[in-house]
């Protein structure tokens, strides 16, 4: 899979000065099992071309498994086509141009308009290719779809017709780019990442200055940011003005630590909490801030995450009520003695990444050795999928099961045979009046003997 620039005209070397690459050597990384090249085919003061591409390597990826490319464990054909994938993996390689910091000499030709053409592929999408023109042509280009024969043997053991594309135009280094990286994802509606806020976040800087006007905005964001909390937090505008007519609804992930928090703090106990699968740590860090909280064990497997943890908490503004999160590096799967008679245990979005038939373990360990006066879960409702219109069977490609909200209650009181917890559920979200809410939690509260 791979992009090609190519710009010619009057002083079109500064590309390399606006890429930060310089035109005589080879850029080569590896990136999370995929080796990732940079070369410039061409390079004059008046063409020049440069080719990014990337080449999954079989061999590091069976090396590294899950531990530093969490997608491997669900590899499909995205790997061998330009998709979310590509773009993620090529960010470093282009983050100056994407950005528009290049040295101060450089600075003015940022906004410099150069002829550009963009080739890349193979595409894999299920949109046609009157579809594909709406995309690109309302932004200025000429667009050309070209058809090849692309072998996906390593993976789908078949071969599948695949497309190319090419756009020419006009534009800036940075703004072809950005547009390139919003559009390309959302040619296959298929991201291999969660759709989060940063997803909204990205859409909003890298679409700044084209997308509000282009005609297939509503398209382009459905396709997006799937979800409809998050599609609806991107303001809408009227077709003549830039007078905002929506305000921002609240994230979904804010509404279920609002919750938490919530019914923490309608809890007697709360002194000492454990965060089960913390994370980045940003439910952990919503707890330092509640009253009455004095121990708090951030508990997480992963490395990288931990350590995205520490750089969230070092950031948070203190005060004197507040209770730094301890971090922990554990697993589910083992039992910890630390963890042992806390007031509360919690399970945010985190059972529904593990096989099912691990879980009554889990819960036995949790409910019969840790012995918690309250353990919290929350996990997707599988019913209110209809309302998001998904084309995949779960929200996250991670997510092992999603349960509805029978099956849920159902396997909750499954764990709870010795019947030493009480059960209550809730909902967190947007009601459908059908489907519910898109989250569903339920408290065990140990009955006191």
């Keep these: 899979m791979q992009l090609t620039i190519r710009g010619t005209g009057p002083d079109v070397n500064m590309l390399s000065y606006l890429m930060a690459k310089n035109p005589n050597n080879l850029y080569e990384r590896n990136v999370s099992g995929h080796l990732v090249r940079l070369f410039f085919g061409k390079f004059s003061e008046e063409e020049v071309e440069v080719t990014i591409f990337v080449t999954p390597d079989s061999i590091e990826l069976s090396r590294n498994n899950s531990q530093t490319y969490e997608i491997t464990s669900y590899i499909n054909d995205r790997e061998f086509a330009v998709s979310s994938i590509f773009c993620t993996l090529i960010r470093t390689a282009l983050g100056t141009a994407l950005n528009g910091k290049p040295k101060e000499e450089y600075e003015a030709w940022v906004n410099h308009r150069f002829p550009l053409q963009f080739s890349f592929g193979p595409v894999a999408s299920h949109l046609s290719d009157h579809e594909l023109l709406d ?9 050309l779809i070209t058809y090849g024969e692309v072998d996906y043997s390593m993976d789908l053991k078949s071969k ?4 190319y594309i090419t756009i020419k135009g006009m534009t800036t280094l940075q703004m072809g780019l950005r547009q390139l990286f919003v559009l390309i994802p959302v040619l296959d509606n298929y991201k291999h990442y969660y759709i989060d806020e940063k997803e909204v976040e990205k859409i909003e800087r890298y679409g700044e200055g084209w997308l509000d006007q282009h005609p ?3 398209l382009i964001l459905q396709q997006a940011l799937r979800f409809e909390e998050l599609y609806k937090m991107v303001h ?11 305000e921002p609804t609240m994230r979904l992930n804010d509404l279920r630590y609002e919750m938490i928090i919530r019914k923490i703090n309608q809890l007697t106990h709360r002194e000492r909490i454990v965060d089960l699968g913390s994370g980045e740590g940003r439910l952990s860090e919503k707890l330092g801030f509640v009253e009455g909280v004095k121990e708090i064990l951030a508990v997480e497997p992963s490395e990288s995450q931990s350590l995205k943890a520490l750089k969230r908490l070092e950031k948070v503004e203190r005060n004197e009520n507040f209770v730094m999160p301890k971090q922990i590096m554990g697993s589910l799967f083992y039992y910890d003695e630390r963890l042992k008679n806390k007031d509360i245990m919690i399970l945010c979005e985190v059972i529904e990444h593990i096989d099912e038939f691990r879980l009554p373990k889990i819960m036995e360990t949790i409910l019969n050795d840790y012995r918690p006066r309250v353990l919290l879960i929350t996990t997707p409702n599988r019913e209110y999928n209809e309302v998001y219109k998904m084309d995949e069977e779960y929200r996250h490609p991670d997510h092992r099961f ?3 909200r029978e099956e849920f209650s159902r396997w909750c009181q499954m764990q709870n045979r010795h019947q030493e917890y009480e059960l209550t559920f809730d909902g967190i979200g947007e009601e459908h009046e059908l489907y519910g809410k898109p989250t569903q939690m339920a408290l065990f509260t140990r009955k006191e003997v």
């Design 160 to 163: 599948s017709i695949a497309r």
């Design 216 to 218: 297939q905005r509503e």
């Design 236 to 246: 809408v505008k009227t077709e003549r003005h830039s007078e905002i007519v929506a």
């Design 135 to 143: 995309l690109f042509q309302p932004l200025g280009y000429e667009v």
């Design 402 to 404: 999603e349960w509805t």
